[in-house]
């Protein structure tokens, strides 16, 4: 039964970042409750962070660092030189994981080849397991005009700089407008993400006790997932790719044709040469159900991570598929297997493609029942 569908967050939401010289996802705590610091949720805590590190072994990030909290772009002398200087003050936001609130971050300097998501257990309802997504990015233009220059040579002196769009990984979105009759545009990379897991999976409305959590989840990564149960691994596996773009973000978008045509290279050589009906339709967000690929782990073929939906009682791990995706992404990739040595598999008998609706930026899955 494949009664457990993914949902992403793309909601377009940023707390004082804390960097460290950590490379790669840092997953933040400070939001989540206490669910992860629990005694007793030991096994979810490495689940999840194991997810992240299978993640980080397959990317080299090349994500620059955020030095500036405030690009500064002047003209005909700069400041004080009888020029003009504009000041673009960027802020990052993510969604609360445990209460759904906006949190503002204002201070957006963030170290090299750092990603921050920021991560806990919310109540959900009716098949979805978890949701994920990046956060969101606005900014404030301020400036002065000492009489000299232009502004369109202010701002195109602000983006020659273009710190926040980090010179990897994908446009998770772009910031645009015009100041003083100058148009700016700034594209922001992966910078902060967000993602929560059911904490309410019977549906009754009110959060679990541990009991039904146990009862309903599978915990540990390290042992076959028990008949019945929804794999946390996986889930995580899944919405962290999310929170870095994967579906949500504005190069995602970019690289999809007539809804479910993938045009990125690297994942179209890893399907045998076509991206027809490479993506899923319903939600635009996802692999299509049923495409098949080599897990990196043994070589052995798996439906893709990122297909909308996962069979209760299995888990996943990454594929060559997946990895190709993240490729097209502009994710620098460690090493990804020669498409030659891949066997894709378009449809697979028992799978029915999962059905979704786009709503408000997001995309939400309906539960789906395998014959």
């Known amino acids: ?29 400070s939001n989540d409750g206490g669910f992860f610091a629990a005694p007793s949720h ?38 004080g030189a009888g020029g003009k200087t504009l000041n673009f003050d960027f802020k990052y936001s993510y969604t609360n994981p445990s209460s759904g609130a906006t949190v503002e971050i204002l201070n957006t300097a963030m170290a090299a080849n750092e990603v921050r998501i920021f991560v806990g257990m919310r109540n959900l309802t009716g098949a979805t397991l978890g949701q994920g997504g990046p956060g969101g990015a ?25 710190e926040h769009r980090r010179g990897g990984g994908p446009t998770i ?15 922001v990379g992966a910078t902060v993400g967000n993602l929560w897991f059911d904490s309410d999976t019977n549906n009754d409305g009110a959060t679990d006790n541990d009991t039904t959590l146990n009862a309903n989840w599978h915990f540990d990564s390290t042992t076959a997932v028990a008949a019945g149960k929804s794999d946390f691994y996986s889930v995580a596996l899944h919405e962290t790719l999310h929170a870095i773009g994967f579906g949500t973000s504005q190069t995602w978008n970019s690289l999809i044709t007539g809804g479910d045509d993938w045009t990125g290279a690297n994942a179209i050589a890893a399907n045998g040469g076509s991206g027809v009906n490479l993506v899923d339709l319903a939600s635009g967000a996802h692999i299509a159900s049923g495409i098949m690929s080599t897990r990196l782990s043994d070589g052995v073929l798996q439906e893709t991570v990122m297909s909308p939906s996962i069979t209760i009682g299995t888990q996943k791990s990454l594929t060559a598929l997946d990895v190709a995706f993240l490729k097209d992404l502009n994710y620098s990739i460690v090493a990804v297997p020669e498409p030659s040595s891949l066997l894709l598999i378009a449809a697979v008998a028992g799978l029915v493609t999962a059905r979704a609706r786009r709503k408000n930026g997001s995309s939400e899955d309906a539960k789906t029942m395998a014959a």
């Not at 993640?55 to 400041?79: C, E, K, P, Q």
């Not at 100041?179 to 545009?185: D, H, L, N, T, V």
């Open 1 to 29: 039964m494949n009664r457990n569908l993914f949902r992403v967050s793309a909601t377009l939401c940023a707390a004082l970042l804390m960097s460290k010289a950590d490379a790669g996802i840092i997953l933040d705590y």
């Open 138 to 162: 606005g900014l404030s233009v301020s400036g002065s005009d000492a009489g000299g220059g232009t502004f369109a040579a202010a701002v195109a002196n602000a983006q020659a700089v273009d």
């Open 173 to 187: 979105s772009t910031l645009s407008g015009t100041i003083a009759g100058a148009p700016f545009s700034f594209g």
């Open 42 to 79: 030991t096994q979810a805590k490495a689940a999840l962070e194991k997810a992240v590190s299978d993640i980080d072994g397959v990317i080299n990030y090349n994500l620059g660092a955020i030095v500036n909290d405030v690009t500064v772009g002047t003209s005909a002398g700069g400041v």
